[in-house]
Every structure is written in C-alpha cells, then in structure tokens.
C-alpha cells in the first residue's frame, strides 16, 4: 500500500517560544551563544510540497515534527558525490535525534531506474541508513525548493525556517555546527561540540581531488560527450561499434553490438566492451542489468591488466564481477601514483545497461 503523502507545510510556522540556551562544549557542560540569529539569517520558510511515499517512517506530521530542528537531505543513491556525504548525514542523524534533530532525506531521481521504489528500499537498506526517506520521483519537493543539486543540505529551524543551505561535498564542520546551533535556538541543550568522527570506505570515501583529472561522463545520447569510436554514434538502433587505436584523456569508446539510448547504452550480444582513459584514483560506473532480477558477468583491465592492488570494492584482484541489480559499481581505487590509465570492461553476458562514469 502506498504511503499517504505528507504536505510538508504543515510543519511550516511552528512556533516554540522556548528560551535560547548555550551549546555545550567538549565535555558536554554549557557554553552560552551569541547573536544567533544574527549569524543564519532566515532564507525562507519551507515549501509546500507532497511526498509521493516514505520508508523508514510513516508520513511525518507537524504533531511529530513540532519544535524539531529538521535537515532536509537531497539525494540520488547512484550519485557518487552523495555517497561521499552519507556517513556524515548518517552519524548526525544518530548524534542529535535525542536532541531534537530530524534528518528527512529527499530522494529525487537521476535516471529511470531510480524511480523504481524497490530499488531505492534495497538501496536505503544496505547503506544502512535508517532516517525518515520521502520519494520524490515526480520532483515536486526538488521543484518547491527550486533545487538544482546532489546532494543538497537544507537547514530548517523549529519554526519551520531555512536558515542556512550548502550544495555539494565538503564543509561538514560548518554544517554540524549550524545543526547545533538551531538545537540550542530551539532550547535543546547538553550537546557537545565535539564533530562526529566518521571512517567511510569504498564509494563513501572522500575523494582524491588533488589526483583526480576525469570528469563525470555520461553515455547516453542526451547529456553524452567524448565518444571516440569511429563514426557517430546511432541513437535508438543496434550498431556494432569497435575501438579506436589509441584514446585521448577523458574519451571513451565502445566494441561490439550496443543500442544507444537518450539515459544510457545496452549491449546487445557478449563480449561487448566500454573503454575510458582516465586519470583519477577511483573510477566507478553507475550500470546493471537492462532487465529486472537478470545478472550480467563482467571483467576490468586497466593498462590490459588485471587490476590486481587497483581493484575496486564491486570486483576482485583479478577484475571479476556480476551485475545484479542498477547502481554505482566502484570498479577502480589505485594506489599512487596516479597518471593517465586506460580502463576497459567486458561484458561476458548480453543485456548490461551502462548510465555513466565518475571518479574520486
């Protein structure tokens, strides 16, 4: 049964009168504030807007929601950038729910797949993440906050106020103590000021900016740049594509019988191939199966070698991996020294979808 929608206006207005308290220190003993307000100026108030469904929670209320301090989490669980946001959404989210703090994650799509409520649930379950999520696939909520990224974070006070927003990875310090400063406008005291520690591995972390020269790299027709095999590519029909004898930085290629489409491309008989020069420590592909509950075995060369050491989480020393269902696969994490490396996969079984290339 779908979830009843929740309008979230209604937790707009919410007024508390409860008096201004200080943040507690390290130890967790008091620490008064100064000039709060003055310091997060109020941005707006929160939109109107319906969830279609929730997991991990019935549709929230203002009864529930009133006097909370909430963090409304834009996300997409392919997205790379994201996932190196989680684990610190995550360890808030546990830190400040007994101080008043509601995490609500927007879950707005990316590609068609992750419009599939199933995939999500899957998805949500084995990130562990056990907040409050609200479906947004119709982008309604996206739309009324007139959001334009993932991951978003959106800061909203106990009467139902946004006070501060930050776009991107990066700045959790900065966030965390906006957090804790709403709790303690909100009359939630006790907190300690000590910054959650967090130990993200595989795609959750960081990424090695200082090595990465590879952007994000889309396949399909619609936002795709970059493709190197000869000749154009031919939208919509079933076309044996082969590669070309050398790749520049940052151009990729296929071999073998594909259809490519407006989101991504679909390999049409084994033994098909994707290659990418690229130059980064990581390098994910977000892909599965075109067809539902199918699986398509792969293998990874990177230089024409197995990876060995350079394996990602989703493949083994040797390069092998099956697709199961549709998300990010962490293919390549190399040890130093990064330089220009061409990657290739091949498909072993027919019906592999492939959406997009990023890097960390």
């Known amino acids: 049964m779908r979830a009843k929608p929740l309008l979230l206006s209604t937790i707009v207005a919410i007024a508390i009168g409860a008096p ?5 220190d390290d130890e967790g003993q008091p620490r008064p504030t100064t000039s709060a307000a003055a310091q997060l100026p109020v941005e707006g108030e929160l939109p109107a807007a319906s969830a279609m469904e929730w997991l991990n929670s019935p549709p929230l209320t203002g009864a529930e929601l009133r006097g909370k301090v909430i963090l409304v989490d834009f996300w997409t669980y392919s997205c790379v950038n994201w996932r190196r946001t989680l684990p610190y959404v995550r360890a808030w ?12 994650g927007v879950h707005t799509p990316e590609f068609d797949f992750e ?7 899957r998805a949500v379950k084995e990130m562990g993440i056990d907040y409050p999520i609200a479906i947004d696939s119709d982008r309604t909520i996206w739309r009324a906050f007139k959001n334009d990224f993932w991951p978003a974070l959106y800061f909203v006070d106990a009467q139902g106020r946004i ?11 900065r966030s965390e103590k906006v957090i804790q400063q709403l709790l303690a406008e909100a009359g939630n005291g006790g907190i300690a000021r000590k910054p959650v520690s967090v130990h993200p591995r595989g795609a959750e972390a960081a990424a090695d900016l200082g090595s990465m020269k590879s952007p994000e790299t889309y396949v399909g027709s619609e936002q795709g740049k970059n493709f190197a095999s000869p000749g154009n590519a031919e939208l919509g029909k079933r076309h044996v594509y082969a590669l070309p004898a050398r790749l520049r930085l940052n151009y990729w290629a296929l071999a073998g019988e594909w259809t490519v ?8 008989e084994a033994g098909g191939r994707v290659a990418y020069r690229f130059h980064a420590r990581d390098l994910n592909l977000v892909m599965g199966p075109a067809a539902r509950r199918a699986s398509v075995r792969f293998r990874v060369l990177i230089n024409g070698r197995p990876p060995g050491t350079a394996h990602g989480s989703d493949v083994d020393a040797d390069g092998n991996g099956t697709l199961a269902e549709p998300r990010l696969y962490q ?8 330089a220009d490396r061409q990657f290739e996969i091949e498909f072993l079984d027919p019906g592999a979808e492939v959406f997009s290339f990023t890097f960390g």
Not at 93 to 104: P, S, T
Not at 115 to 121: D, F, M, S, T, Y
Not at 261 to 268: A, D, R
């Open 20 to 24: 201004r308290v200080g943040v507690a």
């Open 93 to 104: 989210a546990e830190k400040y729910k007994d101080h008043g703090l509601v995490v609500i």
């Open 115 to 121: 419009k599939n409520v199933e995939n999500v649930r």
């Open 163 to 173: 006070r501060h927003h930050y776009l991107g990875e990066g700045e959790y310090d």
């Open 261 to 268: 489409g407006k989101q991504s491309i679909v390999l049409n």
């Open 331 to 338: 293919l390549i994490r190399q040890p130093k020294p990064i």
